[in-house]
């Protein structure tokens, strides 16, 4: 069984910098695509970015691009993400995924996440 335990979030003033941790325990890390979604109130969860098994391949959504960054420690069963000139609309709850399938940006592709970490940016 697959899990996976997000930490780092927080509140910050904008303009500030957080730096998400995604620890998945379990076998097998190396084979799974991951990913990080956010979820504001009464908003849909929406993609962020997501990283290749390897490393080698990443995405951003445009709203991000230039100020987040994804990466993983294989070795460490962990994904990051780096978040840097947050902004108040960036204020969400922060969901991390795992796919063993296929690398996609549609949430529901995904069969395996964690419980969310809050991040709170104020103006």
């Known amino acids: 069984q697959v899990q996976l335990v997000e930490s780092g979030g927080g509140l910050v003033q904008a303009g500030g910098s957080l730096r998400l941790s995604c620890a998945v325990s379990g076998r097998g890390f190396s084979n799974y695509y991951m990913g990080w979604f956010r979820q504001a109130p009464g908003n849909e969860r929406e993609f962020v970015t997501y990283?290749?098994?390897?490393?080698?391949?990443?995405y951003y959504t445009d709203s991000v691009k230039g100020r987040f960054t994804i990466s993983r420690d294989n070795a460490k069963n962990t994904v990051y993400l780096q978040m840097n000139s947050l902004k108040p609309e960036d204020t969400a709850v922060y969901y991390c995924?795992?796919?063993?399938?296929?690398?996609?940006?549609?949430?529901?592709?995904?069969?395996?996440w964690g419980q969310g970490t809050q991040v709170t940016v104020s103006s």
């Open positions: 990283i290749g098994r390897n490393g080698g391949i990443i």
């Open positions: 995924a795992a796919s063993d399938r296929w690398i996609t940006t549609t949430a529901n592709e995904y069969p395996y």
